[in-house]
């Protein structure tokens, strides 16, 4: 059903869709851990355009195409690559679809991904555009949630940290209204969710908004934990009097509910204590090692090679 | 025939060669169209040293030997490569020629593809070398040419732009002598064809060198626009003053023969107006697109795995 | 035996384990010779991480696990990861072997290659740690050695240029002491070997300081140069008083024992002249060479593959 579609936004994945990805993800994992070597999409070609940086998402795109057999093209500076001379979006766009099957972008201008798939003939995934979505983090957050604790649905998720510029939390926002969960907003003042994602929520799903983790800790199942962006901040002083005012440490972790779990998008900073780590509660470490065998199933379902 | 060679001029290429070229990228080209998987350069390796911004050239060579079941070592900026601890060209290649089977190669200085050929036993390939040559570039330009005229020779090309920095202008030029053409050539006075360029060219060539599009746009069989090159000038406000001088626009358009065909090495800035892409004439996507059946064909060849 | 095996130092590598990788480097040095196409590691994905600056290093392992039939995932500039964003080496770890079969590093600090190793499941192989070590270069650099002179024991190998900061010289100095050879350290005052490294050599070894090149050269088999690292000064007319004092020329070689060799980890700025490249004794190309085989041997080793 994704056969030669684009994911620009979390909103264009179908409820029903959400299971089959998460089950083609189950069997894209068991084939990793049986060391099984697939050729499903031998001879095939991505281009990972990231025009900011990335470690994670790029890598675990790459690694995604390569375990499938395919391979991968790459643009990962703005400043060595033809934007420099001068070339759009849509221009680099109808380049790269002549070079291959399908192009993952990573761009600092919210909407770049919506453009890049207007003008491309071939499918567009988004790995994040500014301040706007990153659909496969979401995908992945969900499956994670899934498959630590069984249903995602009665779940209670506290949100914590950069609510405002975090493009994760809204593309997890957005897609967690599908589900019957309780939702807990925690951030300091300037860094609450803005209007524009709170606008589209609809009215009736039960979301409680905090300045104060202790008060939710208790009944969270899952406490979703985000870095503090220095980079999206302007003012430096303002930076320095939020960071760490949401810090996680065992103290805090001993409060929370037997089969919790604490997630984390990575890259963390301060945001959660290294002796946290080695509490079975720290999913956030095979949050990130789900991020492959997501996109292997997503790539996949994409490319009809499965 | 090609195998084993390097190319480091468009002058490498035999006149009879470049019908073989045509005819091995029309296969690769079918190939690419059926979804076909190709293993024919299976366990090779094509090293991409690329020491100058590019994303087209490189993107495609990189393509293309994927797409023939190669792999890639890459390296795409100077400073985090050895050179940036004082190495020479020569023992750049040197090392390279053990570690790949082909060499692609761009870099800023003119003759380097040329240097770098005499210190390797493996072939090089020349991806341009500062404002001196550019032969895949002009194989790809001579191919789109026949493809979508169905001859080159009896056409008129009409060559507009900067005709004294860009290379891939003095590439083509060389190439389009040893066809039965008429050039037209149209540019600002300080970007005129060089000297050394224009003594190389045979006496008897059908040549024009002209200050104004529109005298000659009626009977124009191939436009071909160049972009007028920021980076080249080190006098700014010379380039403001030219910049521009040359825009194609849709008025510009309408006045062109029914089969003729705008043509672009990309990338481009403002030359060509956007709403000119939707013009069955504009071929420069087309054009961009073939450079990757094009350097399969080439590849394959040298390396003999076709 | 190396089987999911880290190698952080050239002590990992046991005395009679060397042996072993000789003669796996011989089968995978025919089997490129022969043009043989490897599957041995079809499916496997290696992560490259390479912090510093890097050519020849990252380029060699990444041919290396190309011509093994296996996928390499790359980062090659700090700037553009994830630690620009402040993350931790630990946790780069932590992701990075979600994604990759082995990791291999190459880090500006002391030890990073060590702590790399506690945090992952995965084996990682050290390409360089800031002035500590460089077991693999020393592997190689051994292996030359043998097939250059046909055995180890009994050579007078000796070592000259920066003994201080060069990490190469300190693995391979570790490294000799295993055979029964005659080592010379040449090297200006201020480049001698350091104290830390001295004090880890056994009290019997046939070692000898020298200011002086000339009283060594006509019985030394192998001649190790190796590059003054500007990078490694912080005082740059230091770094002027000591460049060049070490220079080798024709003159120099043509003193040298008839079936002795010149190595050089390479790059080199100005330690040879050009003019000596031609001389059979001349075997830094050659040795570079032997870093894909090498590679090869080790990776298949560790992967299990072989």
Chains 1, 2, 3 share one sequence.
Do not use: C, W
Not at 41 to 53: I, N, Q, R
């Amino acid at each position: 059903m994704l056969k030669n579609r684009s994911i620009v936004s979390i909103d264009d994945i179908g409820d029903n869709e959400l299971d089959d990805i998460f089950k083609a993800t189950d069997e894209m994992s068991n084939a990793l851990k049986q060391g099984k070597v697939l050729k499903l999409l031998d001879g095939m070609v991505m281009a990972t355009f990231f025009y900011e940086p990335s470690t994670r998402t790029r890598l675990s795109f790459e690694s995604a195409m390569h375990r499938l057999g395919g391979s991968v093209i790459s643009v990962s500076e703005a400043k060595s690559s033809s934007v420099s001379k001068g070339e759009t979006l849509a221009d680099t766009v109808r380049m790269a679809e002549g070079y291959a099957d399908i192009i993952v972008i990573r761009h600092p201008m919210e909407g770049a991904a919506k453009l890049a798939s207007r003008f491309s003939s071939k499918p567009i995934i988004n790995a994040g555009d500014g301040s706007g979505q990153h659909p496969t983090q979401t995908i992945l957050d969900l499956y994670t949630i899934k498959r630590e604790l069984g249903e995602i649905n009665g779940k209670e998720i506290t949100i914590v940290g950069d609510l405002r510029y975090g493009r994760t939390v809204h593309s997890l926002l957005l897609a967690l209204t599908k589900f019957d969960v309780s939702i807990n907003l925690v951030s300091p003042e300037i860094l609450k969710v803005p209007d524009h994602i709170l606008s589209r929520l609809p009215k009736g799903i039960k979301m409680k908004v905090a300045n104060d983790l202790d008060s939710v800790m208790e009944h969270t199942d899952v406490l979703y934990v985000t870095r503090i962006q220095k980079e999206r901040f302007s003012d430096q002083t303002e930076y320095q009097s939020v960071i760490g005012s949401y810090s996680i440490d065992m103290e805090a972790v001993s409060k929370m509910k037997e089969d919790s779990i604490i997630m984390h998008p990575l890259p963390r900073v301060d945001e959660i204590a290294p002796d946290v780590d080695s509490s079975p509660k720290a999913a956030y470490f095979r949050q990130a090692g789900n991020g492959v065998p997501v996109r292997m199933a997503l790539v996949s379902m994409i490319l009809g090679g499965k």
